[in-house]
C-alpha cells in the first residue's frame, strides 16, 4: 500500500509517495518561519522538528543548523541549536548578512561499533561499514567482540547482540529547508 508523505513550507506543500513493504514508517519534517533581517544584525529562525513514526507525527530532538548563502555567493555556517525534545520547537539565533538561509536537520549517528563496549539504554551505534542504518540501544549492557550481522528496520524489529538489544532505525540523510530569512531581533 503507497503511503504520501507530505510537508508544509511557508505554506508551499511538498509531497512524495513512499511504498510500504512490511517496514516502519520514519521521515522527519522541519516547518519555519521567519522574517527578512539587515546586514549583519542578529536574528532568530523559529519552527518545530517532528518526526513521522507509523502514520504518526512526533515531535522529535534533532541538531539543527542554519546555513546562510551570503549576497556575495560565499556560504557560511550562522547558527546551531537543538530542538525540543518535549515539543520539537527551536530557536535558531543567528547572525546575517541578509543572504538567504538553510536549516538542515541532522540525525543522531552515534558511536561506531566498538567490540565489548558498554552502552546504555538510548545510545546509538552504527556499523563500521555504512548500511543505511543505525541501532538504538533498548537494553544496555556490553556489546560482543565481534561485529553482529546487522538487520534493517522492519525485517527483525529487535535483535540481541551480546547482552545488549538493539533496535534498526533507518539512518536518513540530513533534511534542508530553504531559502528561509531570519527575523531581526529587535
Do not use: C
Amino acid at each position: 500500500m503507497p503511503l504520501v508523505v507530505a510537508i508544509s513550507v511557508d505554506n508551499q506543500l511538498f509531497s512524495q509517495k513512499v511504498e510500504v513493504n512490511n517496514a516502519v514508517i520514519y521521515d522527519l519534517v522541519i516547518s519555519t518561519t521567519g522574517g527578512g533581517a539587515p546586514t549583519g544584525d542578529p536574528a532568530t529562525i523559529t519552527g518545530k522538528v517532528e518526526r513521522v513514526l507509523d502514520n504518526q507525527a512526533l515531535p522529535a530532538a534533532r541538531q539543527l543548523v542554519a546555513i546562510e548563502n551570503k549576497p556575495d555567493g560565499t556560504w557560511a555556517v550562522t547558527g546551531n541549536t537543538v530542538s525540543d525534545t518535549e515539543n520539537g520547537s527551536y530557536t535558531l539565533n543567528v547572525l546575517t548578512d541578509g543572504g538567504d538561509t538553510f536549516v538542515m536537520a541532522l540525525d543522531d549517528y552515534g558511536q561506531v561499533f566498538t567490540p565489548t563496549a558498554s552502552v546504555s539504554i538510548g545510545d546509538v551505534i552504527h556499523p563500521t561499514v555504512p548500511n543505511g542504518h543505525v541501532y538504538s540501544v533498548e537494553v544496555g549492557g556490553t556489546l560482543p567482540d565481534t561485529e553482529p550481522l546487522w538487520w534493517e528496520a522492519g525485517s527483525s524489529g529487535t535483535q540481541a547482540a551480546g547482552d545488549v538489544t538493539l533496535r534498526a532505525i533507518p539512518f536518513y540523510r540530513p533534511l534542508v529547508h530553504g531559502y528561509i530569512k531570519a527575523s531581526l531581533i529587535e
